[in-house]
C-alpha cells in the first residue's frame, strides 16, 4: 500500500483545458511506475490503448475492463450512426447498449464540426473514467485511471483545426481525382 501512495502522491493532477500544458510526459510516467508497480501491473499499464479490443477480454482490472466495455460500446454506436447516414447496412444483431452511451454517440455525430465532435467525445470519455474509476485513490486502478486519462489528454492536444482542415482537403482532392480516373 505505502508504495501506490509514493507512487499516486508524485503524480500531478492533471489538467483538464488543452491549453495548458501536460505536467507529466508518457515516458516520465512510466518510469515512475516501473518503480513502484509489480511486473504484472506493469505489463497492464503498458498495453493499454484507448482503443478496446474488439473482443471482450479478461485484463486482470476490473476499471480497465468496464472501461474498455463502455468505450467499444460508444464506438460501436458512433459506427452504426455513421453507417445510416450513408445509408450502409451495419449489422446489430443482438447488440444493445445503455441509453447514456447512444445519447452520447448521436450528441457527438450531431456536430458540424468534426473538432467539435472530438472534444466533446474526450469530455465524455473522461467523465466516464470518472464514474467508472476507483474509489480508493491508492490501488492498480487509480494508476490505469491515470495513465488512460493521461493517453485521452494528450491525443485531443494533438488536434489542430487548420491541419484537419488541411487533411481533409487534400483527402477530398484524391477522392476526386479518383473519380474522375475512373469516370
Known amino acids: 500500500m505505502?508504495?501506490?501512495y509514493y507512487l499516486m502522491a508524485q503524480?500531478?493532477?492533471?489538467?483538464?483545458d488543452t491549453e495548458i500544458p501536460l505536467p507529466v510526459t508518457e515516458d516520465y510516467f512510466y518510469d515512475l511506475c516501473s518503480r513502484f508497480m509489480d511486473k504484472k501491473s506493469l505489463k497492464?499499464?503498458?498495453?493499454?490503448?484507448?482503443?478496446?479490443?474488439?473482443?471482450?477480454?479478461?485484463?486482470g482490472s476490473t476499471f480497465v475492463e468496464s472501461w474498455?466495455?463502455?468505450?467499444?460500446?460508444?464506438?460501436?454506436s458512433l459506427a452504426i450512426i455513421r453507417a445510416r447516414r450513408m445509408n450502409k447496412s451495419?449489422?446489430?444483431?443482438?447488440?444493445s447498449f445503455p441509453a447514456d452511451?447512444?445519447?452520447?454517440a448521436r450528441t457527438a455525430c450531431g456536430f458540424?464540426?468534426?473538432?467539435?465532435?472530438?472534444?466533446?467525445?474526450?469530455?465524455?470519455?473522461m467523465e466516464m473514467m470518472s464514474r467508472l474509476g476507483p474509489s480508493d485513490g491508492f490501488s492498480t486502478d487509480a494508476v490505469f485511471a491515470y495513465a488512460l486519462k493521461l493517453k485521452l489528454l494528450i491525443r485531443i492536444r494533438k488536434f489542430n483545426e487548420?491541419?484537419?482542415?488541411?487533411?481533409?482537403?487534400?483527402?477530398?482532392?484524391?477522392?476526386?481525382?479518383?473519380?474522375?480516373?475512373?469516370?
Open 44 to 59: 497492464i499499464l503498458r498495453s493499454l490503448s484507448l482503443e478496446p479490443p474488439r473482443e471482450n477480454v479478461r485484463i
Open 101 to 104: 452511451v447512444q445519447q452520447t
Open 90 to 95: 451495419f449489422s446489430t444483431d443482438s447488440l
Open 11 to 16: 503524480l500531478p493532477a492533471l489538467p483538464s
Open 68 to 76: 474498455y466495455s463502455w468505450e467499444r460500446q460508444l464506438r460501436i
Open 2 to 4: 505505502s508504495g501506490w
Open 162 to 183: 487548420e491541419a484537419g482542415v488541411s487533411s481533409y482537403r487534400k483527402i477530398y482532392e484524391k477522392i476526386l481525382e479518383n473519380s474522375v480516373r475512373t469516370a
Open 112 to 125: 458540424d464540426s468534426p473538432l467539435e465532435s472530438e472534444i466533446f467525445l474526450n469530455n465524455a470519455r
